[in-house]
């Protein structure tokens, strides 16, 4: 193959030069896969960088980049003088290459020999139990009972209660009060729930994220969460945020709410 064909190849194909090759001399290409979320086709072009001369045959890999933006290779490189015809097998089996069925992820060939997840979501199970568990541990073990507790002092009559029928109001506004438990290391999906205790849609299998923290000292139980997949309609600022739902009496007819699908953690009327 030509040096003008590879060129030509890889100008039609909307493929990227790379900066840098840590591996080696060669000029490296790449972009996204057209139809794979976080895969994309990379192509060592076999051109030298110094002298712009074809030292090798060219070779087509496939990577998948995970949440850390590390790049995996999910398929190996295939090297041959038919670039264009490469490329497509490449992409073919990108496609069909093994997914995660935790996360969704892409799975590649480890060190060890091993084909692991290439977000490494097992690692988020474990680990994040463990840092938390040791944490409420230190705090409970760092807190002291007081020999002296401060006594509450009474409110001065002089200041204004609040109306009687005020306070009744403002209770029968607040209807329902929903909360689920979620841990660090969950898998969870979406659902919209409507107002009359229905589901309305499930978004299992087009909406896939990771629990990265729990602040259960919120009022409404603030949850972070990395979202690995998302296919479905849904904006990120749609996602749910929170493991407590206040619901009232003006509230809306439907909203969407965490699902947990590690364990079985549902939603609970308080």
């Known amino acids: ?65 995970n949440i850390n933006k ?18 497509t097998v490449v992409e073919s089996k990108a496609c069909s290459a093994a997914k995660c069925k935790h996360c969704g992820a892409k799975k590649f060939k480890a060190k060890s020999g091993n084909v692991v997840c290439a977000n490494a979501c097992w690692t988020k199970w474990s680990g994040n139990k463990k840092k938390t568990t040791q944490k409420t541990t230190q705090k409970t073990s760092q807190k002291k009972p007081q020999k002296n507790p ?8 002089s200041q204004k209660k609040r109306p009687r029928n005020l306070q009744r109001k403002a209770t029968k506004k607040l209807q329902e009060k929903w909360s689920i438990n979620l841990q660090p290391g969950d898998l969870v999906t979406v659902e919209e729930f409507s107002k009359d205790n229905n589901i309305a849609n499930d978004y299992s299998g087009k909406i896939l994220g990771i629990v990265a923290s729990v602040d259960s000292d ?9 979202w690995t ?42």
């Open 1 to 65: 193959m030509s040096l003008t064909v590879i060129k030509a190849t890889l100008k039609s194909g909307s493929f990227r030069q790379h900066k840098k090759n840590p591996k080696g001399n060669t000029l490296i290409y790449s972009r996204n896969h057209p139809t794979e979320k976080f895969v994309r086709i990379v192509v060592d072009s076999g051109i030298d960088k110094n002298t712009g001369k074809i030292v090798s045959q060219p070779s087509v890999s496939s990577v998948f980049i």
């Open 150 to 157: 401060p006594q509450i002092k009474a409110q001065k009559s």
């Open 218 to 226: 919120s009022v409404y139980g603030n949850i972070k969460v990395q």
């Open 70 to 87: 590390h790049w995996r290779q999910i398929v190996s490189a295939h090297k041959g003088t038919n670039l264009s015809g490469l490329i």
């Open 229 to 270: 997949v998302n296919t479905s309609s849904l904006e990120e600022w749609e996602l749910p945020k929170h493991a407590i739902e206040h619901r009232y009496n003006h509230s809306v007819s439907s909203w969407n709410r965490f699902k947990v699908i590690s364990r079985k953690s549902d939603w609970v009327k308080a």
